[in-house]
């Protein structure tokens, strides 16, 4: 095992002169500090599998004794106890996540071009309030904005979980920052060429944006995919996942194991966005190294 | 251009704007949702600060009152700012410097581990798992650090971690430094893999050997976006951050030793419905957060230069 990893380790030296001994000391490092962050999911994980009488026994152990899927069957019991079949929360959570996610990236992308390569009356002062934006948080905002989508009439509605979420000045800089550093030369001969801006970003420079892009994607799925309905909607029919899975599991400690198994039922898809995402990521550089 | 002409009689300004209305055509879609639902109410949000709000009937004015208020005769607010600027400290620059240290590790390594390594380090900051440190932290014998350090034999009785005064900062500064691995770590991960690999080539063509002198002469000065991405998220999580210690350590801590400025703010807002007070304390924690990161994009921007 260890060879194998060693031979891994070799293949990813840039220059043949690296010192395998370094790259051996960062996966060590990397490997203990990883145990320690790993630590509390690993516990969640296996807390989600113990049955009821194994959550508080002393010592507490770091496996399950009898592992079962209890906890997981106790929940979706109490979702199917819900006037509203579950597939219709699943359907719910999935069609807002997914909007969100393609409007937020889809937008912050051409927004970012324009505010970090084009030079126009407000350009400084929108570049500006961006990043006052992600700075300023106000307890009071949550009521304005209720205010203002009940003015629009969104309140009970997908509006309500959908159209707030859409513009994430914290989605626009991250991809402002990413695309400032495309050099001009190349946004010039294209225009040189005589392509317009939608053209030069989405063709010349978005595919070469595939990490930034492919980060924003995690973020915006992530936070999507936490929507809580809250006081945005009442009828049972346009609830989300997390709202009714937090419902179910609070009810405090007597029922962990059931706290933890919807956690961790949360975080599986995530996950899954975030490997194939960060692939797509890691593979950019892979790439850029067979071109040349 | 041709419409520049035709505009003679108009302004320059408003010439360069019509050159530029492919820039406002692309901006359209963002700015509309970005001004309706957060620029309205931030601007609404404002004036609040100065009034005396609690919900149910209108705000009314009362000038600079919450402010003297606040400053003058709230000892827990003074107490609260304390706690900020400690816990500000301990996880702002702390986990700045980890997540670019590990973007940068785990950059080292084989692009599988690279995934791998990043999901681990990435992971806490997806997870919503209060649930799991409260376990881990709890007060009797069950609690997985306190049998784990009876077990050692390095304490005799089980410590009160989440109540005990003397703990509950602590713990709630090594929570937070776990989730604190978020966007900053993976804005660097994504920015560590768009560096041209010429200038690695051409780096050791100039004679750079180590890992250091990498580091130091090609990946920092190509990285200057998202490392000031990564510092204003930053600035954001530690100072923003009460969350954590309500869910952990409870609402109030013991002592107000884990109350942070924005759990004073929640506290008056969402449980005092005083919501004019509330925001002046927003504004004020707003105006630290604001002056913090013009320093912070001064002396980037110096280095980077």
């Known amino acids: 095992m260890a060879q194998i990893n060693t031979a891994k380790l070799k293949a990813s030296n840039r220059q043949a002169g690296r010192k395998i001994g370094g790259t051996v000391a960062i996966f060590v490092f990397l490997t203990i500090l990883g145990l320690f962050m790993a630590m509390p999911i690993y516990l969640t994980v296996i807390m989600s599998i113990k049955p009821v009488e194994e959550l508080f026994i002393f010592p507490p152990k770091l496996y399950a004794v009898r592992p079962t899927l209890d906890n997981f069957r106790d929940m979706f019991e109490v979702l199917h106890q819900n006037r509203v079949p579950f597939s219709r929360y699943v359907f719910n959570s999935v069609f807002v996540t997914l909007t969100v996610t393609l409007c937020q990236c889809v937008f912050a992308s051409m927004a970012a071009f324009v505010l970090a390569k084009c030079k126009f009356p407000g350009s400084r002062l929108l570049n500006h309030i961006i990043v006052i934006a992600l700075l300023y948080q106000s307890n009071v905002i949550y009521i304005m904005q209720y205010m203002v989508m009940a003015k629009l009439r969104m309140i009970d509605t997908y509006m309500a979980l959908i159209l707030p979420s859409i513009a994430s000045p914290m989605g626009l800089f991250l991809m402002r920052q990413s695309i400032s550093q495309v050099p001009d030369s190349m946004i010039e001969a294209a225009k040189v060429d005589g392509a317009g801006y939608f053209r030069i970003c989405w063709q010349i420079v978005m595919p070469n944006q595939k990490p930034a892009l492919m980060t924003l994607i995690i973020f915006a799925f992530q936070a999507a995919w936490n929507i809580q309905t809250g006081a945005l909607v009442f009828q049972e029919q346009y609830k989300t996942l997390p709202t009714v899975v937090t419902q179910a599991a609070s009810s405090g400690m007597a029922r962990a194991g059931i706290a933890m198994a919807a956690a961790v039922f949360m975080l599986i898809p995530p996950i899954i966005v975030f490997m194939i995402a960060q692939k797509h990521v890691i593979e950019t550089m892979a790439h850029s190294g067979i071109k040349e | ?242 969350t954590v210690a309500q869910n952990l350590v409870g609402f109030p801590s013991t002592d107000y030793k884990a109350h942070t400025i924005m759990t004073h703010a929640y506290d008056y807002g969402w449980v005092r419905y005083e919501m004019g007070y509330a925001s002046a304390i927003c504004m004020i924690l707003f105006v630290v957060m604001y002056a913090l990161n013009r320093l912070i994009s001064k002396l980037l921007s110096k280095y980077m230069d």
């Open chain 2, 1 to 242: 251009m041709a419409q520049g002409k035709t505009e003679k009689k108009s302004s320059s300004l408003w010439r360069s704007v019509k050159q530029n209305k492919a820039c406002y055509a692309m901006l359209a879609p963002f700015m509309l949702f970005f001004i309706v639902f957060t620029v309205v109410p931030v601007v609404m949000s404002l004036p609040m600060g100065f009034t005396d709000f609690n919900m149910a009937q209108p705000p009314k004015y009362v000038g600079l009152s919450n402010y003297t208020t606040l400053f003058l005769s709230d000892k827990v607010f003074i107490r609260s700012i304390r706690v900020t600027l400690v816990f500000a400290l301990f996880t702002g620059p702390i986990s700045y410097i980890l997540c670019f240290l590990l973007a940068w590790l785990i950059n080292e390594l084989h692009p599988k581990l690279k995934t791998i390594f990043t999901l681990i380090f990435y992971a806490p900051s997806m997870a919503n798992v209060y649930t799991v440190w409260q376990l881990i932290f709890s007060g009797d014998m069950n609690g997985y650090l306190n049998s784990f350090l009876i077990n050692l034999g390095l304490i005799n009785s089980p410590v009160q971690w989440l109540t005990d005064g003397r703990y509950v900062l602590g713990v709630t500064i090594v929570v937070q430094l776990w989730i604190s691995l978020g966007a900053g770590f993976l804005a660097l991960r994504a920015g560590f893999q768009n560096i041209d690999r010429t200038m690695y080539e051409a780096g050791a063509i100039e004679g750079i050997r180590t890992r250091w002198q990498e580091l130091i002469y090609i990946v920092i000065p190509s990285m200057g976006p998202q490392l000031m991405f990564a510092a204003v998220m930053q600035i954001v999580s530690s100072f923003t951050a009460g």
